[in-house]
Protein backbone atom coordinates (compact mmCIF):
# COMPACT_ATOMS: atom_id res chain seq x y z
CA UNK A 1 0.00 0.00 0.00
CA UNK A 2 2.46 2.61 0.39
CA UNK A 3 3.81 1.74 -3.01
CA UNK A 4 0.54 2.45 -4.24
CA UNK A 5 0.44 5.34 -1.93
CA UNK A 6 3.96 7.57 -2.96
CA UNK A 7 2.79 6.54 -6.90
CA UNK A 8 0.11 8.87 -6.34
CA UNK A 9 2.44 11.03 -4.54
CA UNK A 10 4.64 11.08 -7.41
CA UNK A 11 1.59 11.53 -9.83
CA UNK A 12 0.39 14.37 -8.01
CA UNK A 13 4.03 16.23 -7.82
CA UNK A 14 4.48 15.91 -11.77
CA UNK A 15 1.22 16.93 -12.98
CA UNK A 16 0.89 19.50 -10.03
CA UNK A 17 1.47 23.48 -10.23
CA UNK A 18 2.10 25.62 -7.23
CA UNK A 19 -0.67 27.77 -6.08
CA UNK A 20 1.28 30.83 -7.13
CA UNK A 21 1.63 30.09 -11.25
CA UNK A 22 -2.22 28.54 -11.16
CA UNK A 23 -4.06 31.67 -10.78
CA UNK A 24 -7.27 29.45 -11.43
CA UNK A 25 -6.56 27.22 -8.29
CA UNK A 26 -10.31 27.13 -6.99
CA UNK A 27 -11.76 26.38 -11.00
CA UNK A 28 -14.51 23.57 -10.84
CA UNK A 29 -11.54 21.87 -13.30
CA UNK A 30 -8.84 22.11 -10.34
CA UNK A 31 -11.18 21.17 -7.35
CA UNK A 32 -12.06 17.83 -9.31
CA UNK A 33 -8.83 16.96 -9.54
CA UNK A 34 -8.27 17.33 -6.16
CA UNK A 35 -11.72 15.52 -5.23
CA UNK A 36 -9.92 12.28 -7.77
CA UNK A 37 -7.26 12.54 -5.18
CA UNK A 38 -9.26 11.65 -2.22
CA UNK A 39 -11.84 9.60 -3.74
CA UNK A 40 -8.34 7.58 -4.90
CA UNK A 41 -7.10 7.64 -0.97
CA UNK A 42 -11.02 6.89 0.64
CA UNK A 43 -10.92 3.94 -1.88
CA UNK A 44 -7.31 2.85 -0.22
CA UNK A 45 -8.74 3.02 2.64
CA UNK A 46 -11.41 1.00 2.29
CA UNK A 47 -9.54 -1.47 0.12
CA UNK A 48 -6.96 -1.71 3.73
CA UNK A 49 -10.44 -2.91 5.78
CA UNK A 50 -10.99 -5.84 3.52
CA UNK A 51 -7.49 -7.27 3.93
CA UNK A 52 -7.03 -10.07 6.03
CA UNK A 53 -3.09 -10.53 5.49
CA UNK A 54 -1.17 -7.37 6.19
CA UNK A 55 0.72 -6.77 2.36
CA UNK A 56 4.30 -6.35 2.97
CA UNK A 57 5.64 -2.40 3.03
CA UNK A 58 2.27 -0.93 3.96
CA UNK A 59 3.40 0.06 7.59
CA UNK A 60 4.16 4.17 6.10
CA UNK A 61 0.62 3.85 4.35
CA UNK A 62 -1.33 2.88 7.54
CA UNK A 63 0.93 5.55 9.67
CA UNK A 64 -0.06 8.10 7.01
CA UNK A 65 -3.56 6.75 6.97
CA UNK A 66 -3.90 7.14 10.80
CA UNK A 67 -2.32 10.43 10.67
CA UNK A 68 -4.88 11.63 7.97
CA UNK A 69 -7.93 10.01 9.61
CA UNK A 70 -10.95 11.18 8.90
CA UNK A 71 -9.85 14.23 7.17
CA UNK A 72 -9.74 12.26 3.57
CA UNK A 73 -13.70 11.87 3.64
CA UNK A 74 -14.19 15.33 4.57
CA UNK A 75 -12.07 16.98 2.50
CA UNK A 76 -13.90 14.62 -0.22
CA UNK A 77 -17.04 15.71 0.59
CA UNK A 78 -15.93 19.45 0.87
CA UNK A 79 -15.14 19.41 -2.93
CA UNK A 80 -18.16 17.22 -3.66
CA UNK A 81 -20.17 19.70 -2.36
CA UNK A 82 -18.29 22.71 -3.83
CA UNK A 83 -18.88 21.10 -7.30
CA UNK A 84 -22.39 20.73 -6.97
CA UNK A 85 -22.62 24.24 -5.73
CA UNK A 86 -20.60 25.52 -8.79
CA UNK A 87 -23.21 23.43 -11.38
CA UNK A 88 -26.00 24.89 -9.44
CA UNK A 89 -24.85 28.22 -9.57
CA UNK A 90 -23.56 27.95 -13.53
CA UNK A 91 -26.68 25.95 -14.55
CA UNK A 92 -29.60 25.81 -12.25
CA UNK A 93 -32.43 24.50 -14.40
CA UNK A 94 -30.78 21.73 -15.96
CA UNK A 95 -28.75 20.75 -13.00
CA UNK A 96 -31.88 19.98 -11.46
CA UNK A 97 -33.67 18.84 -14.29
CA UNK A 98 -31.17 15.81 -15.18
CA UNK A 99 -31.43 14.95 -10.91
CA UNK A 100 -34.24 12.35 -11.69
CA UNK A 101 -32.81 11.05 -15.15
CA UNK A 102 -29.28 10.53 -13.02
CA UNK A 103 -31.12 8.58 -9.82
CA UNK A 104 -33.11 6.11 -12.56
CA UNK A 105 -29.29 5.60 -14.19
CA UNK A 106 -27.62 5.09 -10.79
CA UNK A 107 -30.47 2.56 -10.25
CA UNK A 108 -30.77 0.38 -12.98
CA UNK A 109 -26.80 0.24 -12.81
CA UNK A 110 -26.98 -0.60 -9.66
CA UNK A 111 -29.59 -3.51 -10.16
CA UNK A 112 -27.30 -4.64 -13.07
CA UNK A 113 -24.51 -4.69 -10.97
CA UNK A 114 -26.52 -7.13 -7.91
CA UNK A 115 -27.77 -9.53 -10.47
CA UNK A 116 -24.08 -10.14 -12.03
CA UNK A 117 -23.21 -10.76 -8.43
CA UNK A 118 -26.22 -12.94 -7.64
CA UNK A 119 -25.27 -14.80 -10.64
CA UNK A 120 -22.19 -15.09 -10.36
CA UNK A 121 -22.69 -16.40 -6.59
CA UNK A 122 -24.73 -18.81 -7.72
CA UNK A 123 -22.62 -20.62 -10.61
CA UNK A 124 -20.18 -20.49 -7.30
CA UNK A 125 -22.44 -23.01 -5.42
CA UNK A 126 -23.50 -19.78 -2.75
CA UNK A 127 -26.85 -18.73 -2.56
CA UNK A 128 -28.81 -15.72 -0.20
CA UNK A 129 -32.14 -14.77 0.96
CA UNK A 130 -33.67 -11.97 -0.37
CA UNK A 131 -33.64 -10.13 2.70
Known sequence: MTVVFCL???????????????SDYLSHKTTIQ??????LLVFLSHFCQYLT??????????????MLS???????????GYGVMYCLERQKERYLEK??????E??????????????????LGKSYSIS
Open 34 to 39: INGIFV
Open 106 to 123: MIVLFSLAVAMYVVIQHF
Open 8 to 22: LGLQVLAHGRPTRWN
Open 70 to 80: QLVVTTFLFYS
Open 99 to 104: IPKKIC
Open 53 to 66: VPLPYSDGYYAIRK
